[in-house]
């Protein structure tokens, strides 16, 4: 390795302290796997492609003639207090705590859903003590009807909340790894790192919204409609009224700090002397004493 590649690469690394093996073996295995060095050259990552979003070396700059390339350094400088690290971050959070917001509200709807189910139960019984022995079969009927609606309403819920729970476990896992890189990992393993949690974030984001618009989120009730024949005829009515099933628009606003997908974004470097550029404004032609 020459001075010059030796010199660049400490660059890369002088900024991250040394970590008891206990901790690097910590880091997830997607992180400590990731290339550092060119697979096609055998050379360390010196310079970045922003078009490509691909850390090249020194020898893959001639298949990057017409790209924007910058120094890796810039790149990953501060890359864990960069905006976007910081996004992924609060990502994370705030899909554990939609999750969590689905959760509680989907056994809060269970939970309403019994106890409706006890109130119209009562009131059916209170209905059935003013009519005629006659309606035995028809209670029957009704009380059927209310169980199984009620069941499927219970069914469908725990049908959003089984892949919900596992998405949870799935987002938990990665916010675990998350913290794991952020504690220890260097800053190219983290910023190469973020990209494949971005893809795993925005994944789930995306479910979480397709189980909203397909209304799989509604608030489900149990009402029940007495029949007007149960009212006045005890002879003549044809059933003893019906359960229905009705959902209510969900209340459920996800957190989110940004609505769209983060960018890769090349972080902005400050500009030095040696950035600075002269224009010739003016010549002055002088002799020491008189200025033309």
């Not at 618009?213 to 003549?236: C, G, H, Y």
């Amino acid at each position: 390795m020459s001075a010059e590649i030796t010199t660049s690469y400490l660059k890369f690394t002088r900024s991250h302290e040394p970590i008891p093996i206990s901790d690097y073996k910590s880091i997830p295995s997607f992180i400590t796997d990731i290339q550092q060095s060119c697979i096609y050259h055998n050379e360390q990552y010196q310079q970045y492609c922003v078009e490509h979003a691909l850390p090249i070396c020194f020898k893959c700059i001639n298949d990057h003639r017409k790209c924007n390339v910058t120094t890796l350094e810039k790149i990953i400088n501060n890359v864990k207090t960069s905006e976007q690290f910081l996004d992924l971050e609060s990502k994370l959070g705030d899909l554990l705590q939609n999750i969590d917001q689905i959760k509680r509200t989907r056994q809060s709807n269970v939970t309403h859903i019994e106890e409706t189910k006890t109130r119209l139960f009562k009131e059916i019984r209170q209905k059935r003590a003013e009519i005629n022995k006659r309606l035995d079969n028809l209670e029957k009927q009704i009380i059927k009807d209310l169980n199984e609606k009620a069941c499927q309403n219970c069914e469908s819920i725990q049908n959003v909340l089984s892949p919900v729970k596992e998405k949870e476990i799935i987002i938990s896992k990665f916010q675990e790894n998350f913290q794991k890189m952020k504690q220890y990992a260097s800053d190219l393993q983290t910023f190469l790192g973020m990209n494949e949690i971005e893809v795993k974030v925005y994944e789930n984001e995306q479910y979480l919204q397709s189980m909203k618009e397909a209304k799989r989120l509604e608030q489900l009730e149990l009402e029940w409609t007495v029949d007007p024949f149960v009212e006045t005829i005890l002879n003549s009515f044809k059933n003893f009224g019906s359960i229905e099933m009705r959902t209510q628009t969900s209340s459920i606003e996800f957190t989110r700090a940004k609505n769209k997908q983060a960018q890769l974004q090349v972080v902005k470097t400050k500009k030095t002397i040696d950035d600075v550029k002269l224009n010739l404004q003016k010549e002055i032609t002088t002799d020491g004493m008189d200025v033309t």
